[in-house]
């Protein structure tokens, strides 16, 4: 399995490409699609920055994922997600995708949208390891071995 070819803009307002633009050896993606889905990746995220910390080729990133909206309606939302996210880091690294969601989905074979995703890829956007929903002490485990493996 494979992250198909997606384009968006992160907050910082830079025009991104993945899996081109990954810039880890490894990539941590947080796919969300409800807004209440933040609330799951800022409970993975102290955890996530410790192994970035640990294994300087991962990199993170948040992907909210929306269906294709016209331009006004992207520029209204992304301006209330950077307006509301003030840190540079999290700004460049949060990239919101409008695409046709179904498709996307079963690329990454994501069942339903009523949780987040968490996908572990490499450069090539091959798919390491995918979990969903609230970080778990097996999901740290797992990930930790995974990362360890890896080196």
Avoid: C
């Amino acid at each position: 399995m494979k992250l198909p070819r997606v384009e968006g803009s992160n907050l910082a307002r830079k025009k991104m490409v993945f899996p081109d633009d990954f810039s880890g050896e490894i990539n941590l993606v947080f796919i969300a699609f409800l807004r209440w889905h933040q609330d799951l990746i800022d409970e993975w995220a102290p955890f996530v920055a410790q192994l970035a910390e640990e294994f300087p080729e991962l990199h993170y990133y948040e992907f909210p994922t929306l269906s294709r909206r016209n331009l006004l309606y992207r520029t209204f939302l992304n301006e209330g997600m950077r307006a509301g996210i003030p840190n540079p880091a999290t700004r460049a690294r949060t990239i919101t995708l409008y695409l046709d969601k179904s498709a996307f989905r079963e690329a990454l074979d994501i069942q339903h949208e009523r949780s987040m995703w968490v996908y572990l890829f490499d450069k090539s956007g091959n798919v390491l390891w995918r979990t969903e929903g609230k970080i778990t002490e097996e999901h740290k485990e797992t990930l930790l071995g995974l990362l360890s493996s890896l080196e």
